[in-house]
């Protein structure tokens, strides 16, 4: 059973930094694209992050470039995202995915966390 | 720069066919931008629906149905139930890796 769970969220103060983590199972993580999508409260869904099976490839929105690092460890089955500058308008449950196919004529995201709560708050 | 619009509610009764649409605020929707859609309900992680266009993802009802009508992407709810009252968003690939979901629409069954 393909299992992704989310960890690393909490309370941060703006301009503070936060690492979140993904602990995947039931799949062999080399082999996908991962992403991270987040949810302001009370708002919808927005892409965050991307990043390709050897980890050689990243993408994200503007509003986090430069600021936030996705990154994967695929012996240890597990995504990242480094955030650092922290703001307030970052608050939000964040959560990995996986990408599904990417290589051909369809790609979307088949299995999601159930997400990790990051408060950006003085 | 362009933004991916989506109907922000709305309402079907029981039984009852709702179509709502997935668009660009310039150009059309196509394969290319690799549409597809999923559901939410409040405090529960997003369900994959539909991909590449008109694909059901395992698991999904055959009353959820995915098209491109016009210059949008599609999906078509035949035979609402009280239980698919939720949250529905489309993700599209604007191109050079970046992806944009749609704002959304809540779907009311009454």
């Known amino acids: 059973e393909v299992q992704l769970v989310e960890s690393g969220g909490g309370l941060v103060q703006p301009g503070g930094s936060l690492r979140l983590s993904c602990a995947a199972s039931g799949f062999t993580l080399s082999n996908y694209w991962m992403t991270w999508v987040r949810q302001a409260p009370g708002k919808g869904l927005e892409w965050v992050a991307s990043?390709?099976?050897?980890?050689?490839?990243?993408y994200y929105v503007d509003s986090v470039r430069g600021r936030f690092s996705i990154s994967r460890d695929n012996a240890m089955n597990s995504l990242y995202l480094q955030m650092n500058s922290l703001r307030a308008e970052d608050t939000a449950v964040y959560h990995c995915?996986?990408?599904?196919?990417?290589?051909?004529?369809?790609?979307?995201?088949?299995?999601w966390g159930q997400g990790t709560l990051v408060t950006v708050s003085s | 720069q362009t933004v991916v619009t989506q109907e922000p509610s709305f309402s079907v009764s029981p039984g009852g066919t709702v179509t709502l649409t997935c668009g660009l605020t310039?150009?059309?929707?196509?394969?290319?931008?690799?549409p597809s859609w999923y559901q939410q309900t409040p405090g529960q992680a997003p369900r994959t629906l539909i991909y590449n266009i008109n694909i059901r993802s395992s698991g999904v009802p055959d009353r959820f149905s995915g098209s491109i009508l016009g210059n949008k992407a599609a999906l078509t709810i035949t035979g609402a139930q009280a239980v698919d009252e939720s949250d529905y968003y489309c993700l599209l690939h604007m191109g050079s890796g970046i992806w944009v979901f749609g704002g959304g629409t809540k779907l009311t069954v009454l």
């Open positions: 310039s150009g059309s929707v196509s394969s290319s931008y690799h």
């Open positions: 995915a996986r990408w599904n196919g990417c290589v051909g004529s369809y790609c979307y995201l088949d299995y």
């Open positions: 990043v390709k099976q050897d980890g050689g490839q990243t």
